[in-house]
Structure formats: C-alpha cells, structure tokens
Nanobody, 127 residues
Framework: QVPLVESGGGSVQAGGSLRLACTASGRRFDISPAGWFRQAPGKEREFVASIGWNSGSTEFADSVKGRFTISKDNAKNMVYLQMDSLQPGDTAVYYC????????????????????WGRGTQVTVSS
C-alpha cells in the first residue's frame, strides 16, 4: 500500500488553476506536517509549500508565494495544494510529502526532513 497518493495533476494554460490532492494511508496528517515539492526535468527536487502538524503555520517558496495555497482536511486525512495563476515555470512533477510528528511548516522546507514521499503527479503549464 502506497503511503501517499497524489491526484489532480494535468495540463493547463498559463494563468489557469489546478488543485492537487494527497491522500494518506497509514500516516495521520492531524499529527504530521505535510508539504509539496516539485521536480522539473534536469533540475533538483525543490520545496514548494508546507503546513505544520496543527495547521498553525504555512511556508511557501518565494516563486509561488501569493499564487499557491496549502491546506489540510484532517477528517479526510488529506492535504491540498491550490495553484492559481500558473506559469510555464511551474511545470514539474509534484510530490506530496509527510514529515516527522508534530513538526512545524518551517521544519518541512528541506527534502531531508521528509519521512514519506508520494509517487508524484505531473503538472504541465503551456504558454
């Protein structure tokens, strides 16, 4: 069973929106921080957004600040990434991630802080 499964990726034109969702099996988002990372072809995996274990804090990469929103639904054990005003530079595979229990959003900014990864979902933004 895959611990984290992403959905909602796809192709969109510049200026459009997508909402990514991540569902967890065997990992509780009500006591774990969560985050989204992305990796474009030929580039390293980079931080996009994170949310603390109690949803009290969020962090965003400068490149997406003001355009992306991260949220959790503890009742459904899911994490979401709302992406608005998408740009071609946002094209990448997006990965859901969960961190160690009771960490803040800031503690999830580095890939080394991730305990569990999803398999990724492709987002393609055309100009």
């Amino acid at each position: 069973q895959v611990p984290l499964v992403e959905s909602g990726g796809g192709s969109v034109q510049a200026g459009g929106s997508l909402r990514l969702a991540c569902t967890a099996s065997g990992r509780r988002f009500d006591i774990s921080p969560a985050g989204w990372f992305r990796q474009a072809p030929g580039k390293e995996r980079e931080f996009v957004a994170s949310i603390g274990w109690n949803s009290g804090s969020t962090e965003f990469a400068d490149s997406v600040k003001g355009r992306f929103t991260i949220s959790k639904d503890n009742a459904k054990n899911m994490v979401y990434l709302q992406m608005d005003s998408l740009q071609p530079g946002d094209t990448a595979v997006y990965y859901c991630a969960a961190g160690s229990l009771f960490k803040s959003a800031q503690g999830m900014r580095s890939p080394s802080a991730v305990d569990v990864w999803g398999r990724g979902t492709q987002v393609t933004v055309s100009s």
